[in-house]
C-alpha cells in the first residue's frame, strides 16, 4: 500500500472514530436530538433487552481487549500495514459502537431522577467534565499516537515507529487511569438514571475494571520499573486510592 493511502486511510479512520465519539457522547446523555439513545432504540422484553445490551457490551469489550493483545498484534501486522494497527482497531471500535447503537434495547424504568433545578444542572456539568477528562487525557498522553495519526505520518516519512514512552503529566500524577476516570463520570452522572442507563454503567465499569489488569500487564513489559514504582506512588481511578505495592 502506497505510503499517501496509508495516510489518507489513517486521517478517514481517525475522523471516523472522532464521529463514533462525538455520537456516543450523545447516546449517553439521551440528548432529545439523538436519533438512538441508552434510552431509546429497539423495543424487547426487560429480560431479553438486558442480555441482548450485556451481548452488545460484551462484543465491544471482546473487541477492545483482543486487538489490544501483543499477540493479536503481531499476526495482524502480518496482514496490514504494521502503520494502520492503531487505526483499524479505531474502525473496529467504530463498528462494534455502531452495532451497539443500532441494536440497543432500552429498558423501563427509572432507577432515580432528580428534579432540584440546580442540582440537574450540577449533574450534568459533571457529565461534560468527565468527556472532557477523558479528551484531554488523550493529550497528555499523545492524542496522534493514540489515533494512528502519528504512526502513518512517520511512515509517510520513510520514518520508524516511534519508541513508546511512558507519560505521567497532569491528571497522570495524581491517578494512573484519567481517561477511564472520566469515562466513569461521565457514565454515572446523569440527572435521570434509567434501568438501560444502569446496565451500560455498570456493564462498562466492570469491563475497564477487568481490562485494566491486561492494560497494566502491558505497561509493565513495555516501562518495566519505571511503571511498577508509579503504581507504588499514584492510584488508580481515585487520587490516593488502589496503589500496588
Ligand atoms: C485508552 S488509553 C487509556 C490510558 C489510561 N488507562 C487512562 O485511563 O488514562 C490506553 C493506552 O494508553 C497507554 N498508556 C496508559 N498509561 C500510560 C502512560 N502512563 N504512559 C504512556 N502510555 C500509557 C496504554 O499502553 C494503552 O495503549
Redesign the pocket.
Known amino acids: 500500500m502506497g505510503r499517501a493511502v496509508v495516510m489518507l486511510a489513517a486521517v478517514a479512520c481517525y475522523f471516523a472514530f472522532f464521529a463514533a465519539f462525538l455520537y456516543l457522547v450523545g447516546w449517553v446523555g439521551a440528548f432529545e436530538f439523538m436519533p438512538t439513545s441508552v434510552d431509546d432504540g429497539l423495543s424487547a422484553a426487560p429480560l431479553t433487552a438486558a442480555l441482548i445490551d450485556i451481548g452488545l457490551i460484551a462484543l465491544f469489550g471482546v473487541q477492545h481487549s483482543v486487538m489490544?493483545r501483543q499477540g493479536f498484534k503481531r499476526a495482524w501486522t502480518r496482514i496490514i500495514p504494521p502503520a494502520l494497527e492503531r487505526s483499524f482497531y479505531l474502525l473496529a471500535t467504530v463498528a462494534v459502537l455502531a452495532i451497539m447503537f443500532a441494536y440497543w434495547h432500552p429498558i423501563e424504568g427509572t432507577v432515580w431522577s432528580v428534579a432540584n433545578e440546580t442540582a440537574r444542572l450540577a449533574i450534568w456539568a459533571l457529565f461534560f467534565i468527565g468527556w472532557g477528562i477523558l479528551f484531554i487525557?488523550t493529550w497528555l498522553?499523545n492524542h496522534f499516537e493514540?489515533f494512528g495519526l502519528q504512526q502513518a505520518w512517520l511512515h509517510m516519512r520513510g520514518q520508524g515507529a516511534a519508541a513508546?514512552?511512558?507519560?505521567?503529566p497532569l491528571f497522570?500524577k495524581a491517578v494512573?487511569?484519567?481517561?477511564?476516570?472520566g469515562f466513569f463520570i461521565a457514565f454515572w452522572a446523569t440527572p435521570d438514571m434509567t434501568y438501560s442507563h444502569l446496565l451500560a454503567a455498570v456493564s462498562f465499569t466492570i469491563y475497564i475494571v477487568i481490562g485494566?489488569a491486561y492494560?497494566e500487564r502491558?505497561?509493565l513489559d513495555?516501562f518495566g520499573e519505571e511503571y511498577a514504582e508509579?503504581r507504588k506512588r499514584v492510584g488508580a481511578f481515585i487520587p490516593g486510592i488502589g496503589k500496588k505495592a
Open positions: 489490544a487525557s498522553l493514540l513508546p514512552t511512558m507519560r505521567t497522570y494512573r487511569h484519567p481517561l477511564y476516570t485494566i492494560e502491558d505497561l513495555v508509579y
